[in-house]
């Protein structure tokens, strides 16, 4: 399957169990009903994969995951939240102005 295949089915899966499961569901929610629907599809998806940092010519495990790996070339990272904004609020960081 073509990269612009999978990518269409990960998009078209995505709208489906997002419209099945409505936006209040937690992150992990979605992750699952999402590994399901692509493989429903014939797809080949891992979860919460590794991803190693290389630091100084090492591989380091620093705890980093991608939520979905499609067909070995398609990471997936899913985010849930309970309300979009369109201009994110900032805090100033301590002892500095906003300007």
Known sequence: MELN?????????????????GPDKSEY??????????????????????LPIVYDGERIDAGMRVDLVVERKIAVELKAAAKLSCSPTFAPAAGRSAS
Do not use: F, N, W
Request: glycine letters at 6%; aromatic letters at 2%; charged letters at 30%.
């Open 5 to 21: 295949e999978v990518t269409g089915q990960i998009i078209d899966a995505a709208m489906k169990v997002h419209s099945a499961l």
């Open 29 to 50: 929610a979605y992750e699952a009903c999402l590994e399901h629907e692509l493989k429903k599809r014939g797809l080949r998806v891992r979860r919460q994969v590794p």
